[in-house]
């Protein structure tokens, strides 16, 4: 595992969230939510912003950790 995908593994698991329930919130899924976790897969900038409302902490933390400069902006 990665630093990205234990920190999201964490926040899911606090969230009381299944990976099928974040992933059905979060349009994506739970095999992909899954492989992140893992760190199998570095999630698209999109991704990471979407599972940081859904999981309604801080965008810019989480793509720190996935390798994107903090404060890029995602329309």
Do not use: H, W
Not at 52 to 67: C, I, Q
């Amino acid at each position: 595992m990665n630093e990205f995908g234990n920190c999201l593994r964490k926040l899911r698991t606090q969230g009381q969230m299944s990976l099928r329930y974040l992933a059905e919130r979060a349009n994506l899924s739970y095999s992909f939510i899954d492989s992140l976790e893992k760190g199998r897969y570095k999630p698209t900038r999109e991704a990471v912003y979407t599972l940081s409302e859904e999981l309604k902490t801080d965008a810019n933390m989480l793509m720190k950790l996935a390798g994107y400069a903090p404060d890029e902006k995602v329309d």
